[in-house]
């Protein structure tokens, strides 16, 4: 691979040609992070909407607005194959991207495991988990096994997904260098047949099981993201531009409530979101507008990945003070959710800068090159006076290795 490669943008966008020094040192993408945000808040309006905060027209309105919001999982598994795939290294060994991929994700996920924990053992209308249930949790393997895939902290069950991912990644990685652009957009397309097949055989009852937890089941998916970013990186990407693809992902969302609940959601938003993810790293390339990019939602974004990860926990306990689905009118409904929000999001800012940096920086921490053991010379005068020490570079640790504040996609 060339260590300078010309970007060209789309003939329709009009933009100047971006050169790109290294692939081992990608531009940020601020706007993939707000976006990551705007995912993380459609999943936490969708768990307010499934605990009753609101009834009667207020209800109708949440549910209208965020009862398709089990879709900001999709967007979020395509999104940690975008990000990945575009912050990969070169010559990158497996072990070495796992472990930064463990540094990003595992503590969080840990300490709100026990969180969880305490409140199953603690609090009221909280089922108490089995010691294998718990053990698959902590290993990031409930997603397999129905029974065990909303035990603990259930929102951990896309993380277990995102873990088969990881794994699977550096063959993806090497398969994909080697296919080219065509090649890419093949995989690509077999991805979004992979998508509707599975959709097809769950909607008409093939298996006794919903595929829609099976890690293996959204593959597809992360696979998808990763072939929009190879094409980026190739600049032979012609998707449209950011707002045309924001509104194919919005009338994607909206049309979810019209099929099967489940997997078969994936199928009304999967163009949508495939579009948009690259729309909005060609708009950040060339310095085009986009509200994604603005500080406030980076930085939301980077809290985006603990708020997931935290939220469905604040509801939970809430309900050993609300009871569950209480049903509140509009006002009082909109306080409650107001409240639940800011001890959430403050809770997600606490794992973050108290958990998941200090972790990330710990676990990645190099240890400082061994000095050389000096061997006497028998001879004192063989070594010319004044000669400089010699000087061995430490190459300093590169943060989790994403290119993108705040890290990969969500649980990336």
Known sequence: MTTATTRTPPASSGAPT???????????????????WMAALLVFGLH??????????????????????????SFFFLLSGFVLTWSARPRDRALAFWRRRIARVYP??????????????????????????TLANALLLHSWWRPWWQTLNPVSWSLACEAFFYAAFPALISLLRRLGARGSTALGGLSVAAVMVLAWAEAHHWWDRSVYSLPAA???????????????????????GLE??????????????????????????????ALLIPAAAVADLHGLPSLWRHRRMVRLGELSFAFYMIHLLVLRAATSVLGTKPRFGVLTGTAVTTAAFAVALALSWTLYEGVERPARRLLLRRRPARRPQTIPSPEPEAVPAGQPEAVFPVRTASGDGTGLPGGGGAGA
């Open 108 to 133: 969080v996920h840990l300490v709100t495991l026990a969180v969880a924990l305490v409140m199953a053992h603690t609090l009221t209308h909280q089922a108490r988990p089995t010691a294998h249930q």
């Open 244 to 273: 045309a693809s924001l509104a194919l992902a919005v009338i994607g969302y909206f049309l979810v409530p019209q099929v099967t609940p489940g997997y078969s959601a994936t199928v009304c938003t999967i163009a949508g979101f």
């Open 218 to 240: 959204r593959l597809p998916e992360f696979v998808l993201g990763a072939v929009t970013a190879r094409l980026v990186l190739l600049g032979r990407w012609r998707g449209p």
């Open 48 to 73: 307010v909407h499934n605990f009753g905060y609101f009834g009667g027209t207020g209800g109708r309105l949440v549910s209208w607005g965020f009862g398709a919001g089990a879709s900001g999982v």
């Open 18 to 36: 971006v050169r790109l020094s290294s692939p081992a040192v990608q531009p940020s993408l601020p706007s993939l992070t707000g976006l990551r």
